[in-house]
Every structure is written in C-alpha cells, then in structure tokens.
C-alpha cells in the first residue's frame, strides 16, 4: 500500500454456495492486504462440535443449550486461514458431507447466530488494516455497517458446475439439488436469512472467470477507499 494511513476497509461478500465467494474473497484481501473472515466456516465448525459431542441436530432446544460451549478461533490470514475448535485444527473436518447436511439446521438456531454473530463482529473490529468477510448475512445482519457491500450471484447450474468441480466425482444433478435446498432453508429462515442489502453491489459470476470476479471486486474496493 502506497499510503501507510490507508482507512481500513471493512468488506462484506454474500451469496450462495458456488458463486466463487471464497474463492473471490480470499484473492481481493491477499491483493489489498486486508484480513479475510470465512463465516460459513464458521457454522461449519459448530456443528462439527455439536455432532462430534453427540448434540441431537433435530432438537433446537438442544443445540441453543450448548450454543456458547465451542471455543473457536478463526486465522485470518487469507493466504492460509485456519480455524481451530477447542484448540483442535478443523479445517478438514468441516469440509465432510455429515457436517455440511446439517449445517442449516444449525445456523438457523437464533441462540448459534448470536453467539457466532458476536464473535465475527468481534473480529472484523479488530481488524487494523481492514478485513474481507464472507458469508450470507454480512452485509444485512452482522456488519450492517460495512463500508462495501457485495452479493455475489450466479445461475444454479454454473453453481452445481463449481461445486462438483470442487467436490470431486459429485453428481451435478445431485450438487445442483443439494444447492437448492440449502438456499431455501437459508432465505428462509427466520433468523438472519440469506439476502441482499438493500445497497449491496450484485455481481452476477454466471458468465465470468474468477479472475475476473476478482478484478471487478478489487476494483469496487479501491473506488470505495479512494472516496472515502
């Protein structure tokens, strides 16, 4: 950064899965130097500790009871962001299909949202330089603040496309169902569901390259701090 007195910069990223959100987020904070938050990594790891300590995922009740148990540390360091659970590395972990089927019904308890909530805002003000934070209700719900906000969309077949590039062998019928599904459970819940702000930037990735997702967002960033 050419200016040392450089504003920090608080980013949110929302959308849907396979949209190219982490992917996108990870590169714009690396490229301007800013932290770099994985919320849904986040939910992930409190639902692999509540079905790593036996927790009923089906009963509510059950899971708000425990909501503040985990202690999870997210590194945000976008070249290498690592979360830990109980001082356990669970970057793996997270990733099993088990932990990604229930994650809904986990991140829709209000009880998990608060206390995860808490703990994103948390980090994003101790962000110095500035921070990149991606999820699904950054820019409506956790930093309604932020100094930018972007939803990234795209079409549910170029989504399941990404996604069973990525979950390798995966069905693309099955991933595109999968998305769908979890879409619905998301935007509609009642806590915090998946939407756009009302001044969000919408970047629809359908037809473009990740490199050029990531020019256009880098871009909006550095035309929000130079206005500033």
Do not use: H
Not at 64 to 84: L, Y
Not at 123 to 134: F, H, L
Not at 208 to 226: F, G, N, P, Y
């Amino acid at each position: 950064m050419e200016n040392g007195a450089a504003q920090p910069v608080i980013v949110a990223i929302d959308g849907p899965s396979g949209t190219g959100k982490s992917s996108t987020s990870k590169a714009v904070a690396a490229q301007l130097g800013l932290s770099y938050l994985d919320t849904g990594a986040q939910y992930r790891a409190i639902t692999w500790w509540m079905v790593t300590n036996g927790i009923d995922i089906e009963d509510p009740t059950a899971i708000a009871a425990v909501a503040g148990k985990a202690e999870i540390i997210s590194g945000t360091d976008p070249a290498d962001p690592t979360i830990t659970v109980d001082g356990v590395d669970v970057a793996g972990p997270i990733r099993t299909q088990e932990v990604t089927s229930k994650v809904s019904a986990v991140s829709a308890v209000p009880e998990v949202r608060a206390r995860i909530t808490e703990l994103q805002r948390s980090i994003a003000a101790s962000a110095e330089r500035g921070i990149v934070v991606e999820g699904r209700d950054i820019g409506t719900t956790v930093l309604p603040d932020a100094d930018l906000k972007i939803f990234l969309t795209a079409s549910p077949e170029a989504r399941a496309a990404r996604r069973s590039g990525e979950l390798k062998g995966a069905d693309v019928n099955a991933t595109r169902e999968a998305l769908v599904k979890r879409d619905a459970a998301d935007s509609s819940r009642k806590t915090s569901p998946l939407a756009k702000a009302g001044d969000a930037v919408e970047v629809d990735t359908t037809e473009l390259s990740l490199t050029q997702v990531i020019e256009c967002v880098v871009t909006l960033v550095e035309e929000k701090r130079a206005g500033k």
